[in-house]
Nanobody
């Protein structure tokens, strides 16, 4: 069982930055893939970014590439999402997700159905 808790959301003006954090707690120490998704009102939950256990590989949605950076601190079991140059269309609830599968060349990580554990989400609102 893995429990996830996001923090760092808020209201910002367009062009500014926010940093989200997601702390994971688990009964056993195991490798897991950690990702971020977001869901805007009336829309499907969509993939934002993912990072492998080692942190050696990261993947991003085209809409955030070059503006967002995902990173992790395994000593703290925490994943971060640094969001720069925020736009009003980035407004959404942001969710942290974890799965025990590694990234092996497939693109399962882009689907919300690929993840077993989810946080409760943190609201990000970007005003124009």
């Amino acid at each position: 069982q893995v429990q996830l808790e996001e923090s760092g959301g808020g209201l910002v003006q367009a062009g500014n930055s926010l940093r989200l954090s997601c702390a994971a707690s688990a009964r056993t120490t195991r490798s897991f893939t950690m990702g971020w998704f977001r869901q805007a009102p009336g829309k499907e939950r969509e993939f934002v970014a993912v990072i492998t256990w080692s942190g050696g590989s990261t993947y991003y949605a085209d809409s955030v590439k070059g503006r967002f950076t995902i990173s992790r601190d395994n000593a703290k079991n925490t994943v971060y999402l640094q969001m720069n140059s925020l736009k009003p269309e980035d407004t959404a609830v942001y969710y942290c997700a974890v799965d025990l599968k590694g990234i092996d060349g497939s693109t399962w990580y882009r689907s919300r159905y690929g993840y077993e554990y989810w946080g409760q989400g943190t609201q990000v609102t970007v005003s124009s």
